[in-house]
């Protein structure tokens, strides 16, 4: 089974800020499926229920963002229950540098949810907490479900990605 993941959170701080999705894209040879927890659902028990251990997982920056703020967060280190592979540094190794947005543009990765970032991850989840606002809940979703998708293809296209010498 491979599982691509992307967290959003209220800020870059497991300190003080918290995670308010955790998107999986779970994929075998015969199946794909999206698991988002959000909120609430954001528990140790729901993570360990979408992820096997042993499960190959893939993350862009996972290995210093997403990864180390679940450990702190909820608990889970799934460093050391997968084989994680952090998708940034292949492309690194490709000179493909910038943010995962930006290697998508140059790999000609489409995206529906252009322009939006971190930030405005941030700023969707406090309207929807604060105001009880669906479609700003739809549209994080929505930008999450892209995260997790694109990684798979990011990973594909690195497959038959050729070095610059």
């Known amino acids: 089974m491979d599982a691509y993941l992307d967290i959003e959170?209220?800020?870059l701080s497991c300190q003080y800020s918290y995670i308010t999705v955790i998107g999986i894209y779970l994929v075998n040879d015969f199946n794909s499926e999206l698991v988002q927890l959000v909120g609430n659902d954001v528990t140790a028990d729901n993570l360990m229920q979408s992820i096997d251990r042993g499960t190959n997982l893939y993350t862009y920056n996972g290995s210093r963002f997403d990864l180390p703020f679940i450990n702190q967060t909820i608990g889970i280190?799934?460093?050391e229950m997968t084989v994680h592979r952090d998708l940034m540094?292949?492309?690194w190794r490709c000179n493909l540098?910038?943010?995962f947005k930006a290697v998508e543009q140059k790999l000609g990765i489409a995206r529906e949810s252009v322009g939006i970032t971190g930030w405005d991850a941030v700023l969707l989840w406090n309207r929807y907490i604060k105001y009880g606002d669906l479609e700003a809940l739809h549209t994080l979703l929505k930008y999450n479900e892209e995260d997790v998708v694109n990684l798979k293809i990011l990973r594909e296209r690195l497959k038959d990605f050729q070095v610059p010498d």
């Open 97 to 99: 540098r910038g943010g």
């Open 9 to 11: 959170t209220t800020g």
């Open 77 to 79: 280190n799934l460093e």
């Open 89 to 91: 540094y292949d492309c």
